[in-house]
Nanobody
Framework: QVQLVESGGDSVQAGGSLRLSCVAS?????????????MAWFRQAPGKEREGVAF????????GYADSVKGRFTISRDNLKNTVFLQMNSLKPEDTAMYFC??????????????WGQGTQVTVSS
């Protein structure tokens, strides 16, 4: 199975930046390496549903963002290192949440993804 480990979460002031990383390892149920999986970032604030933030496909590199982060967040991946990044700029207090890496799915629907990391906390203070 695919394992995901996130890092980079922290507490920052509004307007600041953070870069999250997620390293993928293992293989899919069919035996393919984790590098073939589409990757995504989700977040969940206390008392709220988990929501999709950004995705990046393994083939073709298609990228998509939630409207709330467009123009501020950038998703990228390093296939040689099986790592996906989320560069977050101009952070707002409403970006405060636990951020989760997900793999082997598509779009920004959480039910589409079969592998999840443990999460990394991002806290933005005003």
């Amino acid at each position: 199975q695919v394992q995901l480990v996130e890092s980079g979460g922290d507490s920052v002031q509004a307007g600041g930046s953070l870069r999250l990383s997620c390293v993928a390892s293992g293989s899919t149920a069919s035996g393919a390496p984790a590098s073939v999986c589409n990757m995504a970032w989700f977040r969940q604030a206390p008392g709220k549903e988990r929501e999709g933030v950004a995705f990046i496909y393994a083939r073709g590199g298609a990228i998509g963002y939630a409207d709330s982060v467009k123009g501020r967040f950038t998703i990228s991946r390093d296939n040689l290192k099986n790592t996906v990044f989320l560069q977050m700029n101009s952070l707002k207090p409403e970006d405060t949440a636990m951020y989760f890496c997900a793999a082997c799915g598509y779009s920004l629907a959480k039910n589409n993804y079969s592998a999840w990391g443990q999460g990394t906390q991002v806290t933005v203070s005003s």
